[in-house]
């Protein structure tokens, strides 16, 4: 059996995660533990195989540009992650896998374009989020060796149910109109149990690397919409001609080119030695609204 340790107990992934293992009760053992109040200092970690570390501030748009919470990332997603690292290693855990984010490209994708990440492309993070999170794999790759073995995952976004974020946006849209603008672009996304399954096999493999999971098919933001509205039981009328409006718009509001522009992970740097993805775009998002 396999001790898995999760830190971060309220976040959605580690809650998701330790869902979806509870399909192999004989195989795996999830405990969660909460770090917020520096009682997880106590805990032992002792006799864990693998510490999953979901712990840290996530993407707040009302802070994540804000120099004068430069210091409080840094604090949370680099210097909390770094300081887990050394008491699991010390402690005998065996493998450590951080999740971090594809924001530590610091791209964007303007409409119109299509951003693609490469195994080559590099690591310009431009917020307090993705530099805090780039500062953090810098540090615990010198901690990684045989012994403690450090996997680094950079999802996209992610999506099931009781997310957060854009898709849920995605979802009051499909839910409350009856058309909606026909696009064709392309974005990275991954389903929550997609990315559970990813985690399982690494702590299975016991591997180690960088890790860009994605869906095995890129999403158009129109489908999606489309999609969704169909798992509710209603229709979505997908209407053309309306790109001269969204160039002019994303000119006026950054939410353009987050909805409708092309940013993705080349599928080359997102596979893995056995496929995790247990269910496909459509499936995943019907499991999701009909959980809902």
Known sequence: ?????????????????????????????????????????EKSFRGYDALLHLAGIVHQEQSKTDNSQAGRYEQVNTQLALETAQK???????????????????????????????????????????????????????????????????????????????FVIL?????????FPKVNNMRSMIYVDNLSELIRLIVDDRAQGIFCPQNNEYSNTSDVVSQIAHANGKGMLLIGGFNWALKLMRHVTPKVDKAFGSLCYDFEVSRYSRDYCVKTQYESILETERQS
């Open 1 to 41: 059996m396999k001790k898995i340790l999760i830190t971060g107990a309220g976040s959605y992934i580690g809650q998701s995660v330790r869902a979806y293992l509870q399909q192999w009760p004989k195989d795996y053992q999830v405990d969660m533990v909460r770090m917020s109040d520096g009682s997880w200092k």
């Open 171 to 179: 979802e009051k849209l499909a839910k409350r109109l009856p058309a």
């Open 88 to 166: 699991a290693k010390s402690e005998g855990v065996g493998q450590f896998i951080f999740m971090s984010s594809a924001s530590v490209y610091g791209l964007t994708a303007p409409f119109g374009k299509t951003v693609m990440i490469t195994k080559d492309t590099p690591l310009k993070p431009i917020d307090n989020y993705g530099i805090s999170k780039a500062k953090a794999e810098e540090g615990l790759q010198r901690l990684a060796d045989d012994d403690f073995r450090l996997a680094i995952l950079r999802p996209p976004i992610v999506y099931g149910k009781g997310c957060k974020g854009n």
